[in-house]
């Protein structure tokens, strides 16, 4: 795994992929594949995973457009000083095309969207709503935002991204035809282990960021109850969970052994790397392996629907 991480480090082109959250873009992409797919739904073509990656390199680069005169300790905010022009104009760009893209789905799909129910008008809402309070509405105050309560933030990404990859896609589907969006039983399964899954890769993420937290006095897993029962007590526990949950449902549902086993590949890594965890492990090990799982589950889950 070391030499992974040297190879990434020396590599220009995977350390632009991963420091411009690309690779957030790419996962976003390939879980709303998997999460359609699994929901018996037609794609909905490259133009609607394009904004979907897009949005979300969008997102997640927002806090890290800042001019800085110093060097960081973090080698990405550091990467963000050198490129500032660049990923500016990146950022510029595609919320120009968001909103193009935005007015014309308004006005080619006017009569769908007057007649979406309530429902589905709160689904609309609700995680653009969600992904605001997280980094704070300014017209309110910045100082209020879900990212300083550390023991919530990491299920509150996990809700939003759940949304984005699970609900959004057959959402879209079924406005642009004229449908009504429900929600079955199996929607509400496959939300939750979305939410569950990328929740847990969050928590993980707060380790990395445990020296800062617990100088701004943000109360993540980690820095109220430190590494070793963060670990034990809650990402394996979850974890297992999750594993145990799925085979369950599974074996319920009499799913072949190879979509089982695909299936199963994710969580079994995700054991994996929670454990790994218990060393100390730098940033391109988080942005790189720790979230690579999300990729890793949407592969697995995109074979395992379409050959099994």
Known sequence: MRGL???IKNNRFLKFILFSNYFYGICAVALTIEATLQQRFPLNGFVYLGLIFM???LYYTHP???KRSYVSSNPRTNWYTRHYDFMRWNQIVITGILIIAFALFISFYWNEILRMSLFNWIIVFLFPMAAAAYYGISVLSKKYNIRKIGWLKPFVIGFIWAGVVTDYPVLFYN???GQDYTVNEFAVLLFTKNFMFVSVLCIMFDIKDYSADYLNSIKTFVV???LRKTIFYILLPLSVIGLISFILYAAKHHFSAGRIILNTIPFLLLLWVAWSLRKRR????????VDGLMLVKAICG????SYF
């Open 282 to 289: 730098p940033l391109l090990y988080y942005l790189s392996i």
């Open 224 to 226: 109220k109850i430190g």
């Open 5 to 7: 991480i040297n190879i």
């Open 302 to 305: 995109i074979i395992a629907i």
């Open 175 to 177: 406005i642009i035809n």
């Open 64 to 66: 890290y457009i800042r």
């Open 55 to 57: 949005a979300t390199v």
